[in-house]
């Protein structure tokens, strides 16, 4: 296929295919030795020279999928590895973080936010919030986690930014339980449902989804540089920090006045939080500016983070 022979690797499911004399096969994927050959009936898997570009990223995501499982129990493990109560902190961290929100601003600050108590409010903006956040943080520090776990072997670079969904879904299932169980709280003491018909679901769905997109997106640009250099993780908690306070989880939209009702509406951040309040507790602040600074930003961040990322990938290779 024009490929020179000394570029191609070739790996064999049986060992006695690494014996002297074996066949070198110029084919791309899983082929069959040739008839006669003392290797018939052996699968030959011939590994051909890296590929630049966006679709081989994929391409390799698809073909590793099987080490997914793997990777994102990695992750997860290592958030309580070497900590006293252990699991215990899975579920502690956004128990607390939740009534510590409602503390400072729905009891000490007064934080108005409908017709809806305040703890379901953040709840819900929290587990809309935390879907991006999370996976923005997981995939800012993939480069360092594949340096760690596969100790200076090649791992594709998709496949760890994939793997990053399992303790991002984790930390989200987690914050819409805790979500749940004060729907019901307040069902039985104040007669009360505050979930929005089941019909609205879907919007808060696409929503959910807009965020772990804008989360892998930013990441894409953040993992490469945040493996050489810990200040790009300290302007991205910071940078983080002021886009949380400009995206209607803490307050309601409607309830910010001027240039902050401004930040806040032309934020991209905002839209898809936007449908998971609408989708999921029926409020209706969703605004065409919103929904169009979103979808600008989503698809210039998803794109350019691809190529970003496969130019970083092709540096990478070239230094192995």
């Known amino acids: 296929m024009g490929v020179p022979a000394d570029q191609i690797r070739v790996e064999l499911e049986s060992p006695e295919a690494l014996r002297p004399g074996a066949p070198v096969m110029a084919a791309a994927g899983e082929v069959a030795a040739q008839p006669g050959s003392p290797f018939a009936g052996e699968r030959v898997r011939v590994l051909e020279p890296w590929q630049n570009g966006i679709v081989p990223r994929f391409r390799e995501l698809w073909r590793h999928r099987h080490v997914l499982p793997w990777m994102g129990k990695e992750f997860i493990v290592k958030r309580y590895r070497r900590t006293y109560l252990g699991l215990l902190w899975i579920p502690l961290r956004p128990g607390m973080d939740i009534i510590t929100q409602t503390f400072i601003f729905g ?7 409908g017709d809806r108590p305040y703890f379901i409010f953040i709840a819900f903006g929290r587990a809309g919030w935390m879907i991006f956040d999370r996976s923005l943080h997981w995939s800012a520090r993939s480069v360092r986690f594949s340096s760690t776990v596969a100790r200076g072997l090649h791992t594709p670079r998709m496949l760890i930014q994939a793997a ?37 679901m879907p919007v808060g769905l696409m929503g959910l989804f807009v965020m772990i997109l804008y989360g892998i997106g930013v990441g894409l640009f953040i993992a490469p540089i945040a493996g050489n250099t ?8 910071y940078f983080i920090s002021f886009l949380y306070f400009v995206t209607p989880i803490v307050k309601p939209l409607t309830h910010l006045h001027g240039l902050y009702y401004t930040i806040a509406l032309w934020n991209p951040l905002t839209a898809p939080i936007e449908m998971v309040n609408y989708g ?41």
């Open 280 to 320: 999921f507790l029926g409020t209706n602040d969703l605004k065409v500016q919103s929904v169009l600074s979103s979808a600008i930003a989503i698809v210039v961040i998803i794109v350019t983070g691809l190529w970003f990322q496969s130019r970083f990938e092709r540096a990478a290779v070239a230094r192995l």
């Open 107 to 113: 009891g000490v600050l007064q934080v108005a936010s």
């Open 230 to 237: 810990k200040e790009v993780r300290y302007v991205i908690t």
């Open 164 to 200: 990053t969904i399992f303790p991002t879904m984790m930390d989200f299932l987690l914050y819409m339980m805790i979500a749940i169980i004060g729907l019901f709280y307040f069902l039985l003491v104040k007669g009360s449902w505050y979930l929005a018909p089941i019909g609205q």
